[in-house]
Structure formats: C-alpha cells, structure tokens
C-alpha cells in the first residue's frame, strides 16, 4: 500500500513538472491561505490558549479596586493604597502570597556605572514578587518586608542587564550600581527566562517603601498581584477579599461605601480582549483559506477534465475507481505539502515582521514562535485543504464513460453539463464566502 501511494506522488511530481504554471499557481495560492491561518493561530495559541509560562499559573491573580458606582468602568484602570494592599496581606484568606508593584507610570533610571550613562527600566516591587510568579532568582535572593520598611537601596538586576553590565559576573552579589545618582547594593540576579507579564520588559527590580501608617487611604497607585493557596477558586478568593473590603469601608471614613474589589485570573488579565480579537482574525483567515481551496478546485477539475482521454485509458487498462481517485488524491496531497511548508515561512517571516513594528500590540508577543503544537496544527490543515480541494475533482475526474471519453481525445468537451455545473457552484460557493469575508471585515 504504501509503495502504491509513494508510486502516485512520483507520478504527481511528474505531472506538475511537466506543467509548472498550473504547479505554481496552485501552490502560491494556497500558501497564502495556509500562511494566514498558520500565523494567526501561532499568535492565538501562545497569547490566549497557552498557559502562562510560570509554575502552576492558574493560580496567579490580580485584585482590582473599582468603585460600585461604575464598577465596568472602574475595573482595569484603578489602583490600590498602600495601606490596603498591607490589609490584604494579612487578612486574606485563600491567597498565599501577594506583592504590589507599582505601575502607575513607567519608572525608568540613569545607570551611571558604566562606560557611558544609559537609560534602564526600574520596576519598584514589594516582597514575595518573584514568590508570586513561583520562580527564584538565578543568584542571590528577593526583597524581604523589613526592606520594604527600611527604604533599602537594594536592587534585583535583569539576566541581560547582569550581562550587559558586568559580563555575568558570578561575584556580582555585594556590588552595587549606581542609579540615578544613588549607589545600590545588588542581592540578585533574575533567570534568563524571567518576564513580568504585566508590565513587560524590566532592566532592574527594587523595594518599594511601603512604611505602614505613611500613607493616606485615598493615595491610590499600586497594582496587586497574587498566588491562590492551592485548591481555591477565584470564586472562593473573591469571598475572601470582598470580606476584606468590607471591614475596610466599614472601619475607615476616608474610605468610600462604594469601593469593590475584584479578583480575575492573571492570564485573562493579561490577555484582555486580545482573545476576541484573535478569534475573529482566526476566522477570517479559515474564509481566505476556504476560498483559496475553492480556486484551486477549479483549477484541478478544469485540469481533470483535459486528461479525460488519459484516464479512460488508465481504467480501460484495469485502473479501478478507487485508484484513480487516490491518484488525484496524491497529486493534491503534494500541492498542499509544497504549500504547508512554504505557508509555515511566509507565516514566521510575517509575524515577525508585524511583531518587529508594535511588540507591545500583542500580549506576550515574546512567546510566538515556531513550536510543535503549531506544527501539529500546519501538518492538519494541510491534510484538510488537499481534501477540500482534491475531493470533488477527483471524484468527478474519476468518473469515465470509456466510449465518450476515448472518443473525444485528449483536448475534447470539457465534461459536460455536469461539469459545468459543478464550477458554476464553485464558482458561487467563492464568491459567497468572500462576500461573508467582505461584510466580516467591515463589521
């Protein structure tokens, strides 16, 4: 069987050398529907189906505060008080560990150690960051809460600042760097693979000053992330903030009736509405892929239909129906194969290049790439196009009626009513769905 089917592809190769336009044509076609639908689904799974790349990410969180108000509008845009974030802390129940961090504005630092002054990103966090995400520092350690009371000029580098700055030097534990005119003494080194995913790329890491009783319960500008103790759900975690927040607003007078907090998955956080807007792009790119198949389609039952004489000879000689519909079969497979494999280029290369130009865009557009799932997923479309596109011209190319067909010679009627038919269908079928792509897009 499988020397049968290798015996068909050679003399698939052989049919598309011998007319190599309809060859190209058919493949560029194609790889324009695969490459669309390649790419967007490598952006799709990394961003929205993949978990995030942390230990046990489903139980990362972040707490927003809103106001009951407006609460839709309040969430997603507000910020916690310090001493809030302190009460959470203590009192949550469910939650193992919080940290705020503090994205208000971007914090960016004068680096001065150097041959030259350079400008890095500083992002002040509070103790247990790194505990939260569930990864521990490449050397060295994380801030501790009595750093946090002490204003400590301690700082957590980057893996690319480490080597950037120092070389990688494995004794850089004790040094300090100088930032923004004030020496700090380096206690850690981040791993090479550490991102924060909800502010990006960070140069340096230092504690925030959150001395308890300093701060006024209306100066909001801290963000709360956290890890669920294992076994809560975010249904459970909610009750036990909501509680928190209430013994808030019912103790303390400068604190509004009407604030809320509320707790969502860190993962859907951070992807955001990216997720709808992928799917559709998703589904836009599966119409251009169907079209694509439609136009290839025609081109093969129109290229069928010219090799009616030699398909009725191949039958008269023995050839059943069946093989001969694996024959189409294998021309088909070997048309879309070309074209799975220069749609995974033209999908890497364009994803890139759109990446290149906004990586801030897309959430966690660092982690799209050429990987396995996107290969399972290339090899399955590739099978499924060679069959949209291959079924109906090789069930009709199939089909003989030896006496016509020997009689009316190679270059003879182009098949008849029936095959008329069937490419004024296909003919309708591509125009209906790039109509349904039209109305789509504007929508």
């Known amino acids: 069987m499988i020397a049968s089917f290798l015996s068909d592809l050679r003399f698939a190769l052989r049919q598309m ?3 190599p336009g309809f060859a190209v044509i058919a493949i560029l076609t194609l790889t324009l529907g695969i490459g669309a639908n390649a790419a967007i689904f490598s952006v799709l799974d990394a961003v929205v189906l993949s978990p995030l790349r942390f230990p046990e990410s489903e139980r990362l969180i972040r707490i927003y505060e809103a106001s009951s108000n407006n609460p839709d509008r309040g969430f997603g845009d507000s910020y916690h008080t310090v001493p809030g974030f302190l009460d959470l802390r203590r009192e949550a129940n469910g939650i193992e560990t919080l940290a705020a961090i503090y994205t208000y504005r971007e914090d960016g630092r004068d680096l001065t150690d150097g041959e030259a002054p350079r400008r890095i990103r500083v992002l002040p966090t509070s103790a247990d960051y ?37 070389g990688g030097d494995p004794n850089v534990l004790g040094t300090t760097i100088q930032l923004d005119g004030a020496r700090y003494t380096v206690v850690g080194v981040a791993r090479r693979s550490f991102r924060d995913v909800v502010v990006g790329e960070v140069d340096a890491w ?12 209306q100066n909001h500008f801290l963000s709360i992330i956290g890890r669920l103790d294992r076994g ?3 249904e459970q975690a909610q009750t036990h903030v909501s509680a928190v927040n209430a013994r ?34 998703m589904g836009a790119a599966g119409l251009v892929l169907l079209i ?11 290229r069928s239909l010219g090799r009616r004489r030699e ?34 280029v033209v999908a890497h290369l364009g994803v890139r290049f759109l990446l290149s130009i906004s990586p801030e865009a897309v959430a966690r557009a660092q982690e799209v790439g050429l990987d396995g799932r996107l290969l399972l997923f290339a090899a399955a479309v590739t099978v499924l196009t060679a069959l949209l596109f291959g079924l109906v011209p090789a069930l009709r190319g199939s089909r003989v009626d030896l006496t016509s067909d020997l009689r009316e ?19 309708a079928t591509q125009m209906a769905l790039a109509l349904v792509l039209l109305i789509g897009a504007g929508i």
């Not at 230092?206 to 319960?217: A, F, I, K, N, T």
């Not at 607003?249 to 997720?275: A, F, K």
């Not at 039958?315 to 070997?334: I, M, T």
């Open 206 to 217: 230092v504690p925030l000053d959150l001395p308890e009783g300093e701060y006024s319960r």
């Open 130 to 166: 790194f505990e939260v995400y569930g990864v521990s520092a490449r050397l060295g350690r994380s801030f501790t809460q009595e750093e946090e009371l002490e204003d400590a000029n301690v700082v957590i580098m980057s893996h690319e600042l480490w080597q950037a700055h120092t």
């Open 292 to 302: 694509a198949c439609v136009n290839v389609a025609n081109l093969f039952l129109a």
């Open 232 to 234: 809560v759900s975010l």
């Open 409 to 427: 010679g190679s270059r003879g009627m182009a098949g008849g009513k029936r095959s008329t038919r069937i490419r004024t269908a296909l003919v």
């Open 17 to 19: 050398i011998k007319k």
């Open 248 to 281: 808030i607003v019912e103790t303390y007078e400068e604190v509004p009736d009407t604030q809320l907090m509320r707790v969502i998955s860190l993962h859907d956080d951070v992807v955001g509405s990216t997720d709808t807007m992928l799917r559709i792009l």
């Open 311 to 344: 398909i009725a000879i191949r039958s008269a000689l023995g050839s059943g129906r069946g093989r001969l519909v694996r024959q189409f079969f294998a021309e088909s497979l070997l048309v879309a194969t070309l074209a799975g494999l220069a749609g995974l």
